[in-house]
């Protein structure tokens, strides 16, 4: 089995790795865009833009001990920041950049299946808590989803948003406080 930066090292050259990559680390950054925007069609538009963006610069990720998937999380956070600074978010189709040509080799939802995982995120506690979320200002929802719901160290989160660990645990505080505020 290969370890991580192997897989990233072969991905540099080989689109079949970064497909093990997208299928390993795809549901990740889905769900960390849903908890934040809280609009299933803009977490999808959000984790294809973030895949389809570390796809073509996947040549450029230096290698730094931490996992791929803060690579992948700041992408995502910087998709997240383009939404709620336009409030009207636009992905960059595929067929545009001409990046791929064939993507037969990554994952496809089936109606059926995207369906069923929106029944399941509509849930009333799922609702009251994204409303809650979303009552907190940008940077708070996101720290608040990567230490809680996706259990990332203060470091990685850090690494992810460009800030000082410092920062990010103040930010975690606040954000706490507020949560506990509005209930």
Known sequence: MKTEQQLVEQAKSDPN?????????YSK????????TGDYVIACDIAAE????????????????????????????????????S?????TSLTELGAVENTSGYKHFSDETN???S????????????????SLPPDYQKVIALKYFEEMSIKE???????????????????????????
């Open 119 to 134: 029944r399941i995120y509509m849930t009333e506690d799922f609702k009251r808590v994204q409303q809650l979320l979303q």
């Open 115 to 117: 369906d069923t995982i």
């Open 50 to 85: 973030t895949f389809m963006k570390a796809f073509t610069k996947i040549n450029s990720f230096q290698w730094k001990g931490i996992s791929v998937s803060s690579w992948f999380f700041k992408i995502a956070t910087n998709e997240l920041n383009q939404y709620f600074r």
């Open 157 to 183: 989160i850090s690494e992810i948003m460009g800030k000082k660990e410092g920062t990010i645990k103040s930010l975690i505080s606040r954000g706490i406080d507020r949560l506990r505020q509005s209930l």
């Open 29 to 36: 950054i889905f769900n960390y865009a849903f908890r934040i």
């Open 87 to 91: 409030k009207k978010y636009t992905s």
């Open 17 to 25: 790795a970064f497909g093990e990559l997208y299928d390993q680390y």
